[in-house]
């Protein structure tokens, strides 16, 4: 949850019920029970159960757009619409994470980490959002366990291993797909073939912003999804 900035949360929330949660094994929530982003959104699933939510749009950034993915397959009756955030479609099609970036945002320097979330030319949009994020009190990132079982479920979602992933196409859930045109960890052609996955998904390409292209550009993506959800 420490990811996402205050200011971007709460503008939502203006209109909308904003419910924000850790995924599995970071901060207080439980490990799922096994390595892969089907176990993630089954975890979601039974969150959405136990608040009693029913049907709800769901926003997953990055991972948690995977595991958005893999719920509203699982579970379409707890999924009204969808926000896809600079995430992969789990096919098998999707180009790879480049090796360079996944190293980068793996560094333990933060310098190095915004660098691969932000482009060159927009300092400004990385300091606004680590001043935000950082007015949580006692700011947590998840542990290297964490992060190493992240990163094997996302590679078996790339590879399509992963069943829900190769099922996208049978979804029937309003679906819209954004990213940055810059996005050093999802080139733009993983967003396209996700929009050309999922029938009927709209595609949304800003230009000069990278991975975290939903808070640099806040101020036009949350009135998209607020048109977009109605």
């Known amino acids: 949850m420490d990811d996402w900035p205050p200011s971007f949360v709460d503008t939502l929330a203006g209109h909308h019920t904003v419910i924000v949660f850790d995924n599995a094994g970071v901060g207080q929530t439980a490990p799922a029970a096994s390595s892969s982003i089907t176990a993630m959104a ?5 969150l959405i159960s136990a608040l009693h939510l029913h049907r709800s749009a769901v926003l997953g950034w990055s991972m ?3 595991i958005a993915q893999a719920l509203a397959v699982d579970h379409p009756a707890q999924v009204s619409r969808l926000v896809l955030a600079a995430t992969q479609a789990g096919t098998g099609k999707a180009l790879p994470v480049p090796a360079q ?3 980068q945002l793996a560094s333990p320097n933060p310098a ?3 660098a691969v979330l932000f482009p060159p030319d927009q300092t400004s949009a990385a300091s606004a959002y680590v001043t935000g994020i950082l007015q949580y009190p006692s700011f ?3 542990t290297a366990a964490t992060k190493a079982s992240q990163g094997l479920a996302i590679q078996q979602w790339l590879a399509g291993q992963d069943p829900p992933g190769r099922q996208i196409g049978k979804l029937r859930v309003p679906t819209l797909v954004a990213d940055g045109t810059l996005d050093q960890l999802d080139p733009t052609a993983n967003d396209r073939l996700l929009a050309g996955s999922v029938p009927g998904a709209r595609l949304i390409l800003y230009p ?3 991975h975290a292209f939903l808070f640099q550009d806040a101020s036009s993506f949350i009135p998209a999804v607020e048109r977009f959800l109605g």
Do not use: H, N, P
């Not at 089954?42 to 039974?46: A, F, I």
């Open 140 to 142: 947590y990132a998840a």
């Open 112 to 114: 190095t980490v915004l």
């Open 64 to 66: 948690g757009g995977m």
């Open 208 to 210: 000069d912003a990278g």
């Open 101 to 103: 970036a996944a190293a």
């Open 42 to 46: 089954d975890q979601t699933s039974d």
